[in-house]
């Protein structure tokens, strides 16, 4: 198992941040237009299931598995995954609540809206993902 990538967009649509980790194929196109072609999905998929209380929480294909998490504020963290990994909603509510809350939120010095450039952010989050039970590099 492992995870492959990880989008934070904010509640207009902007990617404030991209990681991956374990990624074979690259999409051919820019990272702009991949951003915009996986927050288009994300509002498509949404707009299907907005009859369900909890909402959208994942969504899979053969070949990797979409975990979705959106704050009430707007934020909306994605995370990739191969097909072996259950639910990551708590994995993504954890990385909301202590990593983008206490690096981003709270540091004066990061303006809310845009793309994030903290490297406090982006080493703790690097070492989340890859401290995760189900992060396995040689899966990939």
Same mark, same amino acid.
């Given at each position: 198992?492992?995870?492959?990538?990880? %989008?934070?967009?904010?509640?207009?649509?902007?990617?404030?941040? %991209?990681?991956?980790?374990?990624?074979?194929?690259?999409?051919?196109?820019?990272?702009?237009?991949? %951003?915009?072609?996986? =927050?288009?999905?994300?509002?498509?998929?949404?707009?299907?299931?907005?009859?369900?209380?909890?909402?959208?929480?994942?969504?899979?294909?053969?070949? =990797?598995?979409?975990?979705? =998490?959106?704050?009430?504020?707007?934020?909306?963290?994605?995370?990739?995954?191969?097909?072996?990994v259950q639910n990551c909603?708590?994995?993504?509510?954890?990385?909301?609540?202590?990593? =983008?809350?206490? %690096?981003?939120?709270?540091?004066?010095?990061?303006?809310?809206?845009?793309?994030?450039?903290?490297?406090?952010?982006?080493?703790?989050?690097?070492?989340?993902?890859?401290?995760?039970?189900?992060?396995?590099?040689?899966?990939?």
């Amino acid at each position: 198992m492992t995870v492959h990538n990880l %989008y934070i967009f904010d509640r207009n649509g902007t990617c404030l941040h %991209y990681s991956e980790w374990n990624r074979k194929k690259q999409a051919g196109i820019s990272k702009e237009e991949e %951003y915009k072609l996986m =927050y288009g999905m994300l509002f498509s998929i949404r707009s299907f299931v907005n009859c369900r209380k909890d909402g959208f929480m994942s969504f899979h294909t053969s070949r =990797y598995k979409l975990h979705y =998490y959106e704050t009430p504020t707007g934020i909306k963290l994605v995370m990739n995954t191969d097909l072996g990994v259950q639910n990551c909603r708590d994995t993504l509510q954890q990385i909301y609540s202590t990593l =983008y809350v206490e %690096y981003i939120v709270k540091n004066p010095l990061c303006v809310l809206g845009e793309s994030l450039q903290s490297d406090l952010f982006n080493s703790k989050l690097d070492s989340f993902i890859r401290a995760l039970p189900f992060f396995n590099i040689r899966a990939a």
